[in-house]
C-alpha cells in the first residue's frame, strides 16, 4: 500500500499557524482532518508490455471520504527511456494504452506517471512505474520460408509450448519482409540466435552468404564482410554453433570461434590445414573439467580430428590417435562422407558417417576424452552400430540426435523411424507417418535458446522432449511440434501434436528467446 499525501500544503498550515498565533482562529483550518487518496500498488512494482498491445492498468483507489466526482485522472509516459518529457496518453481512472513505442533496451525503461488530483482542494496524489516495452516477436521459433524457391523470408511463432511462461498462441507471418520491405537472397539453410555486444541477433546462412539480423526490430544489420573484420573473397557458409564464451562459424572448411558477447565481428579462423565439415561435433555444455570441446572426421585426411579449446589451455588440433584394439580405428576410417554429429549430455562425440562407395551408414561414437595437463587425453572410440537393414534407410534426409537417451531419428519424406542403440545391436522401430500428400522439409530436436547449459534450472519443460517437424503439400507449409515420451524409445505422443499452419515452404527453423 503506498499512500502519497501533499506536504507542502502541511509546511503552509504550520507556517500560517505560527505567524497568525496572536489572532482568534475562525478558520477551521487547524482542526479539519485532510484525506488523502490512497493508491494501492501491491504486485504492481514494475509494467511490461508487448509493442502493438494494449497497455492495461485499473488501480486499486481508496477515496476515504472524499467525493469521487470531485477527482479528476491523468495519464503520462515519456516516449523516450529516461526523457524528462510526459506526454499525456490518458484521462480516464483505468488506464487502456495501446503501446506503438518501440521495445527498449536492457536496462533502459519508460516511465508511466499517475496523477489523481482533488479539484476541491488542489491536493495531488500522484505514482509511477517503470515500463518495459518487450518485442513483440519475443521468445519461441523463427521460421525460414521460401515463397519462390529463390528468397528467404521469415515468420515466427510463440506458444506455452516454445515460449516461457507462455500462455497463448501467436503465429505472425513474413516478419522480415514486412519490416525490411524485401526478402533475403538465397534460401537460409540454418539460423541461430545469439547476443552481439549486448544485441540480440539472427544469424542465418545460405549457400553464399550469413546474414545478421537485430530481432528487436527484425531489421536487416549486415551480412557478409560486414560480420567479420578481415574480409573474404568469398563466403561459403557450412554452419553455425555455439560453446562457452564461443560463437561459431564453420565456413570455406574453416573454424572461426569468437565470443560475439563481447566482441561486434567474428575474428579470424584457426589456422589448420584440416578440412572442418559442416557435421561438427562440439560440446557446449558449461560443466567442468571439459576435455574436448569439438570432434570431427575429416573427409579429406580420411580420420577424426579433435581440437580441445578455443581459449585457453591446448588450442591446437589434433588427429585422434590410431586405436588398433578399439571397436574401431579413428586413423583407419576411409573413403566416408559426413551426414551427422553431434555431443550427448554426458560428452560422448557421435558421428554419422556414409561409404562413399558402398552408401551404407554406420554411427561411430566415442568418449569426451580425459582431463589432463597440458593438454587433454584424446577423445576415443566407444561404440560402432551399422545401419544396414534399417527400414528405408536409403531413402534417408534428416538425421536427430536426443542428446540424453541413446535415440537417434532418421526420416524419409514422409516417415519418422527411431534407431534405438543402448545395446550392443540396435534395433529400428517406425514412429510417425505425415498426413497423405505432404512432405517433410525440416526436422530437428527442439532445444530452448541458450541451451546446452548443464546446471540451467529454468529451461522450458519440452526442452529435448519434442521434435520440431515442417512439412510442404506443394502449396502451404505446416510447422509441427511431435512430443517425446518413453525414454530410451523415443514414442512420439500423436494425440499431442501441435501444428501451425499458413506458411510459405519451410527451409530452416531456430529457436528464439
Known sequence: MKKLYTTLLCCCLLLLGLTTSCYKDDSQLATRKITAVSIDTTGMSTLSVRQFEHLKITPDLDFGDLNPEDLSYEWQINFEPGDEFFDVISTEKNLDYEVRLPPNRVGKYHLVYYKVTDNATGLVYSTSWPLTVLNNIGEGLVIAVTPDGVHTDFSHIMSPEVTQDGTEVSVKYNVYSAINGQMLNGL????????????????????????????????????????FFSAKSTYQPQALGAVVQGDVYVGEGQLTATYLGVSRKFGLPFDFSYQVPAELAYNGFSYYPLPVRFNFYDEQNEHFVYLPSIQFGDTNMHPVPANTEGVFDPMNVLNKENVAAGVSTTGDFRHLLKDKATGELALYVFDGGGDQYPSPIPPAPKSYYSLVGAPEIDQAKFFVFLVDQRVMYYATETKIYAMLYSTDTPSFEERYTVPSGETITTLQLYQQSGYPDKYSSDNIATNNKQLVMST??????????????????????????????????????????
Not at 189 to 214: C, E, H, P, W
Not at 478 to 506: C, H, M, Q, R, Y
Open 188 to 227: 537460409v539453410k540454418q539460423m541461430r540466435f545469439t547476443t552481439i555486444y549486448g544485441v540480440d541477433a539472427l544469424m542465418s546462412i545460405t549457400d553464399q552468404d550469413i546474414y545478421r539480423i537485430n530481432t528487436l526490430d527484425y531489421t536487416y544489420e549486415g551480412k557478409n564482410d560486414d560480420l
Open 472 to 513: 510442404y503439400n506443394g502449396s502451404q507449409g505446416k510447422v509441427s511440434l511431435l512430443p517425446i515420451t518413453n525414454i530410451g524409445l523415443g514414442t512420439v505422443d500423436e494425440a499431442n501434436i501441435k501444428t501451425f499452419d499458413g506458411f510459405d515452404k519451410v527451409v530452416a527453423i531456430a529457436p528464439q528467446k
